[in-house]
């Protein structure tokens, strides 16, 4: 099973929206098996699963996985964990002290379940807290998705060096197998200028970080389509009277460079 955690220090930028997209994309064009983890307490991905009503929702909370030594899923392809609000709020103010003890029954989990599903995606809420550290110390593949303005590109050294949660410092001392498929620019608005500036300005500072398809570093247009496979809780290409079929010929090619970067045949 390979492990991707989908993750910014920043809210507002679409992160769910790539989550499900993706994770449809993976269950449902590619036929693999999937586990999808909900870390977010507000719950916004697993709302839309829930509205689509195409994925399994496991009588699992997320938050067991991370409090439990031991936790046994039901039999599905296409498995959705939710989280408790209040629990998961009550574990982004956990300290130090059961870091360890989350991050030990994340990894125990995933380890348990490698030959259960063929992917896992974990939805992280925005914030360095146990929640998001747990997900990326025990991850494969980290894919953070961005909005072209100042805040993102403000926030996004947080990303990088943060002391306890920054990239750098994990891949250095704490999980030296993850890796990092790259920035990928989300919600973004063609006749904004500020915002094709903006990207411009991301693209020449962070060439390396950036995802590149073909000679392009391509972005996700911030199109009604999308939203609207949202709140259908479908995939996009699943709208009706072919909505979504222009979005989804801009956003798959970026979704199969996620998958090959995962190493998928």
């Not at 490698?114 to 360095?128: K, L, Q, V």
């Amino acid at each position: 099973m390979k492990t991707l955690t989908i993750a910014n220090q920043k809210g507002g930028v679409g992160k769910s929206a790539i989550a499900c997209q993706l994770t449809y994309y993976i269950a449902l064009k590619l036929g693999k098996s999937i586990l999808f983890i909900d870390f977010d307490h507000q719950q916004n991905s697993t709302n839309r699963f829930k509205e689509g009503k195409i994925a399994e929702i496991s009588s699992v909370e997320s938050n067991k996985i991370l409090t439990d030594s031991h936790v046994e899923l039901e039999d599905s392809n296409f498995l959705v964990l939710s989280g408790n609000y209040d629990i998961l709020i009550d574990l982004e103010k956990a300290g130090e002290e059961k870091r360890d003890t989350y991050v030990q029954n994340l990894y125990q989990f995933i380890q348990d379940n490698s030959e259960n599903f063929d992917y896992c995606i974990i939805d992280t809420n925005p914030s360095p807290d146990i929640r998001q550290l747990s997900a990326l110390m025990t991850s494969d593949f980290l894919l953070s998705p961005i909005q072209p303005n100042s805040e993102a590109l403000e926030g996004l050294s947080r990303l990088l060096t943060h002391p306890e949660i920054g990239l750098k410092n994990i891949q250095e001392n704490v999980n030296t197998g993850l890796e990092f498929i790259g920035l990928l620019p989300n919600l973004h608005d063609l006749k904004k200028v500020r915002q094709n500036e903006k990207l411009k300005e991301l693209i020449e500072t962070y060439p390396d970080l950036m995802i590149k398809v073909g000679r392009k570093f391509p972005s996700i247009k911030n199109r009604a389509a999308l939203s609207d496979a949202q709140d259908e809780g479908i995939p996009i290409w699943m709208l009706s009277k072919g909505r979504g079929r222009i979005h989804w010929s801009e956003i798959k090619p970026i979704f199969d460079k996620i998958i090959k970067k995962m190493g998928a045949k």
